[in-house]
């Protein structure tokens, strides 16, 4: 069984910058595709960025630029670097994990707030 634990959310100012983390116990993490998503208020869950197995990235438009995945297989560990952080990032931001023949995961979430 999988279990996501995340870290690193925060308040921060306009500009700056914060690094997510979230750790997963079990198997199957080297062959699993990584990412984070967020959810504002009142606005529906969206992809911010994924990383596959083979290190393969994949951004949304709007943090394009701005914010790095990456994972390190032998902590089990994939992060989300922010940088030039915008008030329209202040979100929840949920770690997702899918490997083959598991149902995906998700993180308990963590809150990033970007003041202006």
């Known amino acids: 069984q999988v279990q996501l634990v995340e870290s690193g959310g925060g308040l921060v100012q306009s500009g700056g910058s914060l690094r997510l983390s979230c750790a997963a116990s079990?198997?199957?993490?080297?062959?699993?595709?990584l990412g984070w998503f967020r959810q504002a208020p009142g606005k529906q869950r969206e992809l911010v960025a994924t990383?596959?197995?083979?290190?393969?990235?994949n951004y949304a438009e709007s943090v394009e630029g701005r914010f790095t995945i990456s994972r390190d297989n032998a902590k089990n560990t994939v992060y989300l670097q922010m940088n030039s952080l915008k008030p329209e990032d202040t979100a929840v931001y949920y770690c997702?994990?899918?490997?083959?023949?598991?149902?995906?995961?998700w993180g308990q979430g963590t809150q990033v707030t970007v003041s202006s």
């Open positions: 997702y994990f899918a490997a083959p023949a598991m149902s995906v995961k």
């Open positions: 079990g198997v199957a993490f080297r062959i699993a595709i």
């Open positions: 990383i596959t197995g083979g290190g393969i990235t």
